[in-house]
């Protein structure tokens, strides 16, 4: 099972960016994504969360300028960003809940990370 981030880059103040998280493997199903970001110096922190049922929340930072959602059972989430600052610049990773099965078909129930990818925004 792999999370594959992508989307980052650099963008101005007061641009857009989506971000996309895509699961693969033989996953049975993914109760929620959750988005989280680092910036330099700084502990990681929960930006974004959705669930299966399509429950959403958001980091007060983020409320009204970030916008998450899925497709596939959440095998594809995207991060909606808008009107960035600087104060947004972090690598950015998805973090999954999910289950999955391995080759002998055992189940297995796990929190996984994806890779991250760096958004940095400049003036």
């Known amino acids: 099972v792999q999370l594959q981030a992508s989307g980052g880059g650099l963008v101005q103040t007061g641009g857009s960016r989506r971000l996309s998280c895509v699961a693969s493997?033989?996953?049975?199903?993914?109760?929620?994504m959750d988005w989280y970001r680092q910036a330099p110096g700084k502990q990681r922190e929960l930006v974004a969360g959705?669930?299966?049922?399509?429950?959403?929340n958001y980091a007060d930072s983020v409320k009204g300028r970030f916008t998450i959602s899925g497709d596939n059972g959440l095998k594809t989430v995207y991060l909606q960003m808008s009107s960035l600052n600087a104060e947004d610049t972090a690598v950015y990773y998805c973090?999954?809940?999910?289950?999955?099965?391995?080759?002998?078909?055992?189940?297995?129930?796990?929190?996984?990370w994806g890779q991250g990818t760096q958004v940095t925004v400049s003036s």
């Open positions: 973090y999954a809940d999910l289950y999955y099965t391995i080759p002998d078909g055992s189940p297995v129930a796990e929190r996984r």
């Open positions: 493997g033989s996953i049975v199903k993914i109760f929620s």
């Open positions: 959705i669930t299966s049922s399509g429950a959403t």
